[in-house]
């Protein structure tokens, strides 16, 4: 009989890569359960989704909550709300009996943690980031709550997981844990081949007389969006800025770009399927990620969009962060910058430009990168090798 994985995440499931590509990879050997919460009436409750299953709670928070400024009443309202869909989440999972219980985040920790003990199973932990660190405003007295329930839960899981380097020291040297995590990075999976992508980038090279810097992904605070805009104004006039996401500050953002959307330099498209992100992203040439480092967790990051764009093909032009200086000294995939600064960012654009030749060579080491190793296929070893050494294989 196959042994039994019950995940536990506090969103739709589907629309998180990292769950989705976990349980996609361990149910080539396990029966895989992933436990989630459904805010859409139109999400089904239930389904079979490339070989696990899917089994959603309704979640009681109906309306949309302003989180850009978290108020006590937001704090109270978003916390209660969360506190019922997650004891949900528990209470399915405690009639759940499995081999592993495996928490995605911290939200869901607890209950995967009293679960284990309730079954005689295994407790796996998978921090998708520095959790307590999402926000530079969470008030002093949250965090040390936060803090002192991880650390709780930290030491006594089976297994950790994380997704880079930085937040596995992170999390090593702040709960004093015997070993280090194991990093398991959430690159994207791949797609395509390098003739494939060659061609494509031949066509674009040749036919395309613009050159068009992409971001995709939520329209969110801190992602430096607002200066990316500002600094279209020190841009060349054959740069085209393109906008392909949707999220709270579409608005604010329409308007600040309005001037270089009527004139053409800047371009807002509408989100796409997380499948063919990849695709759309390689009609481009050069890929942007400007995070700005408001708390430890942006500072730490090394975002997903960073290994979409590069097996798109796309050179990148990013942040001046650890984990992303880390990769591009490795790699070569382009150029960083400061984020507050929209001088920097078009500099940054710039110095990637001005040489046809440097431009090629960074699209090309980006996409040999992703095609060889920085891809899903490769890095899902990891993930299966930890739950071998779990059972004991």
Known sequence: MKKRVCMLVFNEVTSDPRVTKEAETLSDKYEVTVIGTRFSPSTASTEQVNGYSVHRVDNILKRKVNTEKLSILTLLRVGASKMVGLLKIGWVALKMKSDVYHAHDFEVLPFAYLASKIHGAYCVYDSHELWVEQRADFPGWFKKIIKGMESFFIRRVDQVITVNQSIARELMERYSLRTI???????????????????????????????????????????????????????????????????????????LAEPYIKSGQIEFCPPVPMKQLVKEASECEIGIMPYKPTCLNNYYSLPNKLSEYMMAGLAVVASDLPEIDRLNKKIGFGELFNPSKPTSIAEAIKNLIVDKEYLKRCKNRAKEWALNEGNWEHESRKIVSLYKELFGE
Do not use: Q, W
């Open 181 to 255: 995590p194991c990093v398991v990075h959430n690159f994207t999976k791949k797609i395509g081949n390098s003739i494939d992508m060659r061609e494509a980038s031949n066509i674009s090279d040749t036919v395309k007389k613009k050159i068009v810097v992409l971001y995709h992904g939520g329209y969110l605070k801190d992602r430096g969006l607002e200066e990316t805009i500002e600094s279209v104004k020190y841009f060349p006039p054959h740069v085209i800025l393109r906008f392909r996401g949707k999220g709270p500050l579409e608005e604010k953002l329409r308007s």
